[in-house]
C-alpha cells in the first residue's frame, strides 16, 4: 500500500510537466568531451545540463562563480584573528598545498572526533589555529573560501574514507538517503536512482552528484553550498529542512561523495 503510493507521488511529480524528450540526457554518451564526467555508470550533472549552462562552466572568464573564487583568493592571504596569522601564513601557496583536499572531504577528524566537512575545516583552522571568528554556514567569505579551496583539486577524482571512525556518520548518511520523508513520502533515491534521466516539471533529474559543488545556481543568481541545495531537495517533496552545517546533513554528504567516487571535482559547477 506505502509502496504503491509512493510511487504515485514520484510518479505525479514526474508527469506533472512532461517534456518532450522522454529519454536519455541530451548528449551522446560517445561524445569524447563528455568522457570526463563519466566514470562508469555514475555521471556528473554536468552531463544533464543544458549546453549554454555547460559553457558558462567551461569557460572560467564566463563562470559566475569565479567572482567568488577571487574572493577566497583575497582572504587566503587576509591576517585575521589573535594569533596574527593568514591561511597562508601555515599554508603557504593554495596552488600547492590544497590540490588534493578538496576531493577528501568530508573526512574524520581525530581532534574533533567527528566527520567534519571541508566548511567546518575551514572554520577550526580560524578558531583553533587563527583566534578569528568561524564564518557562518553559507555566508559569503565561508562559500568563497570553500570554492578557493576546493577548485584547487578540480580534476581529482573524490575519493573519501567512509569505514573505521567515519563508519557511523556513512550509515546515517545512506540510511538518510533512502529514506522516506516529507507530505510526499518520497526518498532521494526516488528521484536521483530510480528516474533520474526523466524530467520534473521543467528539470531533468541527474543523479544528484556532488563533485561539482559549491555550485553557481541560476535560479539563486548567486553561489551556494551543498547543504542549501540539500535543503531545496528537501522543501521540493515537503520535508522539513536541517540546519545547514547539521550532523544529519554532514553525514548525507559523506555518503553523497562516497556515491561520486571517481568522478572528477569540478568546482565550480553552474546549474539551473
Ligand atoms: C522530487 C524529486 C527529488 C527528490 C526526492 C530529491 N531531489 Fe535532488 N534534485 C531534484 C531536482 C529536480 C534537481 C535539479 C536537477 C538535477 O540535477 O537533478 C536536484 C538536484 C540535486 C543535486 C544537485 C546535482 C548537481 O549536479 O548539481 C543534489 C546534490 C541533490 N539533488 C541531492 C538530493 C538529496 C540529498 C535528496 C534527498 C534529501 C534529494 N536530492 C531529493 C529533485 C529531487
Ligand atoms: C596556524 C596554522 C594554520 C592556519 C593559520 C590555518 N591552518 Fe589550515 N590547517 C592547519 C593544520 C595544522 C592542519 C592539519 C590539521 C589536521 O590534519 O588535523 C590544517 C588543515 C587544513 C585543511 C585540511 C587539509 C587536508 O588535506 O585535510 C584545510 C582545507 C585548511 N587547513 C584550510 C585553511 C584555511 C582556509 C585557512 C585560513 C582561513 C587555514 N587553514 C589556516 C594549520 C593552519
Keep these: 500500500m506505502r509502496a504503491a503510493r509512493t510511487i504515485l507521488a514520484v ?8 517534456s518532450p524528450a522522454w529519454a536519455d540526457p541530451p548528449f551522446d554518451p560517445k561524445d569524447p568531451a563528455m568522457a570526463k564526467y563519466i566514470s562508469g555508470d555514475k555521471r556528473s550533472g554536468y552531463t544533464f545540463a543544458e549546453p549554454e549552462t555547460r559553457a558558462m562552466q567551461d569557460d572560467d572568464f564566463m563562470n559566475p562563480a569565479m567572482l567568488w ?3 577566497g583568493e583575497t582572504l587566503w592571504s587576509t591576517v585575521e584573528g589573535s594569533a596574527g ?8 601557496k593554495a596552488e600547492e598545498t590544497m590540490t588534493t583536499a578538496g576531493a577528501h572531504y568530508p573526512k574524520y577528524d581525530a581532534g574533533e572526533r567527528k566527520v567534519v566537512n571541508l566548511e567546518q575545516r575551514i572554520n577550526l583552522c580560524r578558531s583553533q589555529a ?15 573560501m570553500t570554492t578557493y579551496v576546493k577548485m584547487q583539486s578540480r580534476g581529482v577524482p573524490v575519493s573519501v574514507v567512509v569505514d573505521g571512525p567515519a563508519a557511523p556518520w556513512f550509515d546515517a548518511g545512506r540510511r538518510f538517503y533512502y529514506e522516506r520523508r516529507g507530505l510526499n513520502d518520497v526518498a532521494c533515491a526516488h528521484c536521483h536512482v530510480d528516474h533520474w534521466g526523466q524530467h520534473i516539471r521543467t528539470e531533468l533529474l541527474s543523479q544528484g552528484m ?11 543568481q548567486k553561489l551556494g553550498s551543498l547543504h542549501r541545495r540539500m535543503a531545496g531537495c528537501n522543501e521540493e517533496i515537503r520535508a522539513e529542512p536541517y540546519p ?4 544529519e546533513y554532514v553525514a548525507l554528504e559523506l555518503y553523497l561523495a562516497w556515491r561520486a567516487q571517481g568522478l572528477l571535482v569540478e568546482t565550480p559547477s553552474v546549474r539551473k
Design 210 to 220: 556532488t563533485n561539482g559543488f559549491p555550485t553557481y545556481r541560476l535560479k539563486w
Design 244 to 247: 545547514l552545517g547539521s550532523f
Design 69 to 71: 573564487v577571487g574572493k
Design 85 to 92: 596569522k593568514s591561511c597562508a601564513s601555515c599554508h603557504g
Design 11 to 18: 510518479l505525479a511529480l514526474v508527469l506533472a510537466v512532461r
Design 130 to 144: 587563527m583566534g578569528a571568528a568561524e564564518w557562518k554556514y553559507e555566508s559569503e567569505p565561508l562559500l568563497a
